[in-house]
């Protein structure tokens, strides 16, 4: 099913990883221009599309994480049972579930980016990037 779900939304989860990295550079850039110019309320705006977009990405990234974990999480139950104790038919069918518990499902973004919490320094890293990136050419 995590596997069908990664075929499904992989390009849309491509879409939203580029498109709120891209909103929180471009809002944190409006934040620091308006306040040189003291135009309080908008820089809330921005902020609120910032902490929105970082949010969002979080949770992408939190979700995938989780994935990741219980798959290792049931590799671990299947070697911890008593497998020794089953039935012969029951250990060939054990071992094909832990032969198959052994490929580690992710969530992916045009399966490429795995989504993780690791992987989340990272996007706010290429955010920053394009946040100096932006003050640069723009100033």
Known sequence: MAKSVDNTFNMILLDELFGNSVVLAISLYYVMMNLDISEIPTCFTFIFFALTALVMLFGYCLIGDQLAQQCISVQNAYYQCNWYQM????????????????????????????????SFTDVIKTSMAYLSMLRTIML
């Open 87 to 118: 039935p012969l038919n029951f250990r060939k069918y054990l071992l094909i579930c832990m032969i198959r518990g052994q490929v580690i499902l992710y969530l992916t973004a045009g399966r490429f980016y795995v989504f993780s919490l690791n």
